[in-house]
Nanobody, 122 residues
């Protein structure tokens, strides 16, 4: 079992930055690929970014490439999402998730956090 707790959400203006953190419980954090997903009102939950267990591979959805950076610290059992140049369309609840399989597919992820709200005003 892995428990995930997100933090760092908030309300910002367009162009500003936020850093989300996701703290994981358990000693097996380093065995999981970690991802961030988001869900806007009335929309499906979508993939945002992911990083594999060995830090080597990352993946991003096209709309955040060049603006968002995912990173992890296995010693701290934490994964981060640095979000720069935020846009109103980034407004959503952001979820951290852990996968024992792939990086991108929502169905690859076994464990989910409760989510943190990010609101970007224009």
């Amino acid at each position: 079992q892995v428990q995930l707790i997100e933090s760092g959400g908030g309300v910002v203006q367009a162009g500003e930055s936020l850093r989300l953190s996701c703290a994981a419980s358990g000693r097996t954090f380093s065995m999981y690929n970690m991802g961030w997903f988001r869900q806007a009102p009335g929309k499906e939950r979508e993939f945002v970014a992911a990083i594999n267990r060995s830090y080597i591979n990352t993946a991003y959805t096209n709309s955040v490439k060049g603006r968002f950076t995912i990173s992890r610290d296995n010693a701290k059992n934490t994964v981060y999402l640095q979000m720069n140049s935020l846009k109103p369309e980034d407004t959503a609840v952001y979820y951290c998730a852990a996968s024992g399989r792939g990086l991108v597919l929502r169905t690859d992820y076994d464990y989910w956090g409760q989510g943190t709200q990010v609101t970007v005003s224009s």
